[in-house]
């Protein structure tokens, strides 16, 4: 079973607001115009994985500083002079491809790229009790500080973890 994975492009969005909806349950969807700002202001770190046609989970990343993450369903966006994180968003994966790898495909993707961006660090805000398969890939929780104080907020029960 071999997974592609691409660059997101805006054709993809019905398809990932789908697999949102069935993958969150703990905290509010984010909106497609939310998703399709992040797209737009970091193209080449956000991706989906392809599975016979038909696109089965998708990995939002966006270069940023640790001190000013964006809040959930964040809009207002621009590009970060020097960052030093490459923040990952959003990781969804149809529950109806679970057991493909298709989480696992879609991480090395992002790893690739913030090799290829010389970006030092990478950060995430787990949910869902999400902290346990962050680990395996070396993420550590982490106290936010500055504006990150409130995009963890914006995630209701959130950790934020760093690597």
Known sequence: MSIQIQQMKKEHLSDMLLIQERCYTQLEPETGEAFEK??????????VAIHREQVVGYLVSLPRHIRALPSLNATQL???AMPDCLYLHDLAVDPHSNGLGVGAALVQSFFMALKDLSIPSAALIAVQNAEGYWRQYGFQPAEPVGQSIQALQSYGKGCLMVR
């Open 38 to 47: 992040k797209r737009k202001l970091s193209p080449s770190t956000c991706f």
């Open 78 to 80: 621009e590009a970060i």
